[in-house]
């Protein structure tokens, strides 16, 4: 449990270096994610830590900001939810979130990984809960990234995110009252160190291969396939990539071909 503590900090650690370096305007500058700013990815990921906080050490509190939260959502929708819950904007919003992450993570890596806790979706173990905290920042942390021009140091620690995107294929048929496919597809991706990571069984019919970093990119909706290098073949391959979700809530549509990408400063 210690070592998936210590990936999500340094998630978090990665992000905060390219935050320190914008303007207070910056942070209000539309990025590719549903016209997202730098301070509504950060509202939502500084929330969202909050809440799997609670929902490991105290079920009830953590129960009424889910309630209330919901409340508000459905009256004036989720970035004014989130909002209203997380006041800070800007360089005292990036000081907030970073302290709570640190703190947090002293006390998570002591966690029981296999604790059940509950969520906005299925009920899921302690483990996968910090898991799916690192692949948040890791995803919303990419607009971010993306609307700055920077490029990120990936490490293998996306196989936490790998692992999540693997045990979540039945889900992404699930939530959208589709039967997955069985077998589920065998994998073969490369890790950022050049290590082989497989997963699923050896002997189905279909596979993708490819880039560790492009099959997060895909599960996490933060690309498009068609933006990858994944070589994906057969039904049960092609039907997960065209709609992978590795995150939980309401079916999600993935980003049209080129519609999520890097800047490009001109010259």
């Not at 939502?44 to 953590?62: G, K, T």
């Not at 997380?86 to 006390?107: K, N």
């Not at 994944?230 to 939980?248: H, N, P, R, Y």
């Amino acid at each position: 449990m210690r070592q998936n503590a210590d990936d999500f900090l340094a998630e978090c650690e990665s992000l905060a270096d390219v935050l320190a370096g914008l303007s207070r305007a910056d942070w209000d500058k539309p990025t590719l994610f549903k016209n997202w700013t730098a301070n509504d990815v950060m509202v939502h990921l500084h929330f969202w830590n909050i809440a799997a906080d609670l929902s490991a050490s105290d079920e009830a509190a953590f129960q009424r900001l889910y309630n209330a939260v919901s409340a508000e959502v459905k009256t004036a929708g989720r970035r004014a939810a989130e909002g209203s819950q997380v006041t800070e904007r800007g360089p005292e919003l990036l000081a907030l979130w970073r302290d709570y992450a640190r703190d947090m993570v002293a006390r998570w890596g002591d966690f029981d990984p296999k604790k059940r806790v509950k969520w906005a979706g299925p009920d899921m173990s302690v483990r996968s809960s910090l898991t799916a905290r690192q692949m948040e920042t890791w995803a919303h942390g990419l607009a971010i990234f993306d609307a700055v021009g920077a490029v990120r140091e990936e490490t293998d620690r996306l196989r936490n995110i790998v692992v999540l995107g693997v045990n979540t294929y039945g889900w992404t048929f699930q939530v959208r009252d589709l039967p997955a496919r069985d077998p589920m597809p065998r994998l073969s991706l490369t890790a950022p160190s050049g290590a082989l990571w497989a997963f699923g069984p050896a002997e189905s019919p279909a596979t993708i291969t490819g880039s560790a970093v492009d099959f997060c990119y895909v599960v996490t909706q933060t690309r498009s396939y068609l933006d990858t290098t994944l070589e994906i073949s057969g039904a049960a391959a092609a039907q997960w990539m065209q709609q992978a979700q590795c995150f939980a809530g309401p079916p999600e549509t993935p980003p049209a071909k080129g519609a999520r990408h890097r800047h490009q400063p001109t010259a």
